[in-house]
């Protein structure tokens, strides 16, 4: 079975500061990698997600970017955060075209 | 847009009781909705899966349904326990097979 690690597990930020966010997967290979960010009491929104190496879809327009350098390696980025930038973000893997399991989250607060 | 929505207020219930969850979902028809848990702080974790042509499905004190008619998903947990209190998230597959989570609900169950 896979297994999603993701760091840091806690990150506050200044307004304007960069952000680096990564994603490393075990346990399977070519999978279907995913970023969520997640809003206090809220549901899950999808950021990008990458069917393979340097394939990156964006699905919600922002300050963030993603890249896949590796096949089980994900980066989330931004260069310049937003106090809107914190929240709860999580990366993701697809099985068998349905399940969705998740990493154990980046908890980003922007101050 | 394509919407899931589930009720927002925490559902408080006695151990040994079940637990009934509402997902609803509008503008649009999944072809299968997923069930996750998840705990404060954590990622969210795949609980069960059931298409469109599926009225019941069970697994171990769980129960979801799919009403298409409805346009609704119940998710029941049949003799709660405390361990069960978590927040529990509904999911529908869209268009280009993404997933689009509901808010969830937080389960509170007391001994």
């Known amino acids: 079975s896979q297994t999603i690690h993701q760091w840091p597990a806690t990150l506050v930020q200044p307004v304007g500061s960069p952000l680096s966010l990564e994603c490393t997967v075990e346990g399977t290979s070519n999978p279907n990698l995913y970023w969520y960010r997640q809003a206090a009491g809220r549901g899950l929104q999808l950021l990008f997600y990458s069917v393979g190496i340097g394939q990156i879809s964006s699905e919600v327009p922002q300050n963030l970017s993603a890249s896949r350098p590796q096949d089980r390696q994900f980066i989330l980025s931004s260069k310049k955060l937003l106090l809107s930038d914190s929240g709860f973000y999580l990366c993701?893997?697809?099985?068998?075209?349905?399940?969705?399991?998740f990493g154990p989250g980046t908890r980003l607060t922007v101050t | 847009s394509q919407k899931i929505e589930q009720n927002s207020e925490a559902l408080n219930i006695q151990e040994g009781k079940t637990a009934t969850l509402t997902c609803n979902y509008t503008?649009?028809?999944?072809?299968?909705l997923q069930w996750y848990r998840q705990d404060p702080g954590r990622g969210p974790v795949f609980l069960l899966l059931i298409r469109e042509n599926e009225k019941e499905k069970r697994k171990e004190r769980l129960k979801v349904t799919f009403d298409t008619t409805l346009k609704q998903s119940l998710f029941h947990i049949t003799a709660s326990q405390p361990a069960d209190s978590a927040t529990y998230l509904c999911a529908g597959n869209n268009a280009g097979n993404m997933l689009t989570f509901g808010g969830g609900t937080r389960l509170m169950v007391k001994p």
């Open positions: 503008n649009y028809s999944p072809a299968y």
């Open positions: 993701g893997v697809r099985v068998n075209s349905y399940e969705q399991y």
